[in-house]
């Protein structure tokens, strides 16, 4: 079976006066139907440059490399008109990102919004469109959609906001949903609800998802499976079960244990010692080595993502070393 | 250490009238709502609660950096309402604040040892080299390279910025800190340092804290005591250990429910609240009651506002069914 999605060394790289930012370095992942990935990263990983580069969104001076590959079944987006491509937009991959105003426009109603993405997309006549714009404010949801449906953005709170994208977002069926950090403008009371909305309409509809995240609870609770960046690069990949209960890479055990947890009382937390360097400036060989503890001569030369398990690799020298590292 | 209560919140409320535009009626906001609380010397009591729960304003409050508009607040036995400007003046020294959001709390274009200096030469606690001195020493403290000292905000890190927020509060040797989302903009891996450096100052410096933050693990982390708040009120009270493991309130049951742990294993939440419709009107009954999942809940909750009240040992909680959990 062909992956749902199948991306190979992307690299999106911006150039301004202080050089050469390589924000996406040499990406490679698949994605399967209605498998659920969760892309982790602290800021400057390039996790959102990654998801715009699926879709050819990031803006000059970004720029997607020559030989990188995206491939949505079977076709690859790096290399289809434009027209083409925003055939594919919407309809067969939507996103969602962090502040619903990016994807909801304030001066036109909820519903009205909703009826232009299926009518731009489907033949439908206004009423039949007019009738699933609510239908799909109710199953994101929306308490009383019948009167949500000709609000407009600003009226509903945040969630009722994140919700109302959500729904856009799937008002086409897409087969894939983009979700770049969903919930990290919300309240956590309101997080949950979000979380357990997506794993639900999952369940019903079969979308994969492919979510980013800074957040390790949120990519825990909703993924299958994970692949950690770190510096513009995937530095580990699992399934979610195996990278939260037996992280290889260095990186990934370094995060696990610096967050704080609300059901556990810990006395001093391990913090990972200095910052990530800028993107334009990339330390030679692994990217995290100056902050790593296992660092060793080896790491002056960039490790390729090695396997450590079936479907488990990371891009660490030490996973190579028998009897090494288990962080 | 001296034991005893450094700050004293007796009754305080806070309403805030909203200017009529746009057609829309001017409204009073009740941000916070006769709250009452203490905090001893060397604890460091946490402020927990979602967006407009009224914890920022709290925290204000307590510095007399707002007025309230009834109750009082005392501070080492002063009530600040009662205090001239040279007396308030004189006292803010003692007591500080560090905000989330340190870009926006330092100036752009005063370079970051400058404004580390500032508060030593207003006070006049230092002069000539004495101030250089102090300065490098603050900067060591914080675990800042004095090589940034000539830097400006843009040019350092998140992480450097919230520093050398924490090195200008320091600078004063205060006894009492107000850190307000001090750590929320930050990655984990950096948040981590920070929270490890306000634990090293707290213990080196007897400092006191008022944490406010929304989230539940870092407070888990540092603090003593913790106060949950939803809609103004403060509806559960009780120390770190008790309240995380048995919380006697259904909202803040629901908060430590809805935070995702880093565990795939991890069981779904029990408790996922409905979304909220607006908040309910002051004084009719509990503010919490339209989203309560309490197997309790009834008609009383509707009409009676529950107060505070010790419902175990140094538990306090806001809720007419607390002792059924």
């Known amino acids: 079976m062909i992956p749902l999605l199948r991306v190979r060394d992307l690299r999106a790289t911006f150039v301004d006066d202080d050089g050469t930012t390589r924000a996406v370095d040499g990406v490679s992942f698949d994605l399967d139907e209605g498998e659920a990935l969760g892309i982790v990263g602290e800021s400057g990983a390039g996790k959102s440059v990654l998801a715009l580069s699926l879709l050819r969104l990031i803006d000059p001076p970004g ?64 009423p039949d469109a007019r009738r699933q714009a609510v239908e799909l404010l109710d199953l994101v949801g929306i308490p009383e959609p019948d009167r949500w449906v000709s609000a407009y953005p600003h009226e509903l709170s945040g969630g009722l906001q994140q919700r109302a994208a959500i729904a856009m977002a799937l008002s086409c069926e897409p087969k894939l949903l983009i979700a770049d950090e ?21 369940q019903r509809l079969g979308t994969a998802l492919l979510l980013i995240s800074h957040d390790l609870g949120v990519v825990a609770r909703l993924a299958e499976r994970v692949a950690v960046m770190y510096g513009g690069q995937i530095v580990e990949q699992a399934t979610a079960a195996e990278l ?34 800028p993107a334009t400036r990339w330390p030679a060989g692994c990217r995290f080595h100056p902050r790593c503890p296992h660092a060793w001569e080896r790491c002056g030369d960039s490790p390729p993502l090695l396997e450590v398990g079936t479907g488990h690799a990371a891009r660490c020298w030490l996973v190579a070393e028998p009897g090494s590292l288990t962080p | 250490m001296s034991s005893g209560l450094l700050v004293v919140v007796d009754r305080v409320s806070k309403t805030f009238r909203t ?27 946490g402020l927990v609660g979602e967006s407009g729960s009224g914890k920022t304003t709290l925290g204000r409050l307590v510095l007399g950096l707002l007025r309230p508009t009834s109750g009082t607040v005392r501070f080492d ?58 300065v490098h020493g603050l900067f060591a403290e914080v675990g800042l390279d004095a090589e940034l000292l ?57 400092l006191t804290y008022l944490f406010v933050a929304h989230d539940l693990a870092v407070v888990r982390h540092l603090a003593t005591r913790v106060a949950v708040m939803y809609a103004g009120r403060i509806v559960e009270h009780g120390t770190g250990d008790t309240l995380f493991a048995r919380p006697r309130h259904p909202y803040t049951a629901s908060l430590l429910a ?17 979304p909220e419709r607006g908040r309910a009107a002051a004084g009719s009954g509990c503010p919490f009651a339209p989203r309560c999942p309490h197997p309790a809940k009834d008609a009383r909750c509707a009409r009676d506002e529950p107060t505070l009240r010790e419902v175990a040992p140094r538990e306090w909680a806001a809720c007419h069914y607390a002792e059924r959990g």
Not at chain 2, 150 to 156: A, G
Not at chain 2, 185 to 197: E, G, M, R, T
Not at chain 2, 258 to 274: C, H, K, N
């Open chain 1, 63 to 126: 720029r997607i490399a020559p030989g990188s590959l995206v491939e949505y079944r079977g076709t690859d987006l790096l290399q289809l008109p434009e027209p083409a491509l925003r055939r594919v937009r919407g309809a067969e991959i939507a996103m969602v990102f962090q502040h619903p105003g990016a994807s909801l426009n304030p001066v036109l109603r909820i519903g009205d919004q909703i009826v232009e993405t299926l009518r731009a997309h489907r033949a439908v006549t206004m």
């Open chain 1, 182 to 202: 969903p919930t990290t403008a919300l309240d956590v009371t309101v997080q949950a609800q979000i979380l357990e909305l997506l794993l639900e309409l999952r």
């Open chain 1, 244 to 277: 939260f209960a037996s992280p290889r890479h260095p990186y990934t055990a370094a995060l696990l244990a610096a967050a704080p947890r609300w059901d556990r009382k810990s006395e001093r937390l391990a913090a990972i010692p200095g910052a990530v360097a």
């Open chain 2, 19 to 45: 200017h009529p535009r746009f057609g829309a009626q001017a409204h009073t906001l009740h941000a916070v709502r006769d709250v009452s609380l203490g905090i001893e010397r060397g604890e460091t009591l």
């Open chain 2, 77 to 134: 036995g002063q009530e600040l309402s009662t205090l001239d400007r040279r007396s308030l003046r004189r006292l803010r020294r003692r007591m500080q604040i560090v905000f989330q959001d340190s870009a926006g709390a330092l100036n752009p274009r005063i370079p970051v040892g400058r404004a580390v200096r500032e508060p030593l030469e207003v006070h006049r606690l230092a002069a000539g080299s004495a101030i250089e001195v102090r």
């Open chain 2, 150 to 206: 000539v830097k400006y905000p843009h040019e350092l890190s998140g992480g450097q910025r919230q520093r050398v927020g924490l090195a200008r509060a320091l600078a004063l040797e205060p006894e009492f800190v107000v850190l307000d989302e001090p750590v929320s903009a930050l990655d984990v891996s950096v948040q981590a340092q920070v929270l490890n450096l306000l634990a090293d100052l707290r213990e080196r410096h007897d």
């Open chain 2, 258 to 274: 809805s935070v995702s742990v880093p565990d795939p294993g991890a069981p779904r939440p029990a408790i996922v609240l409905p």
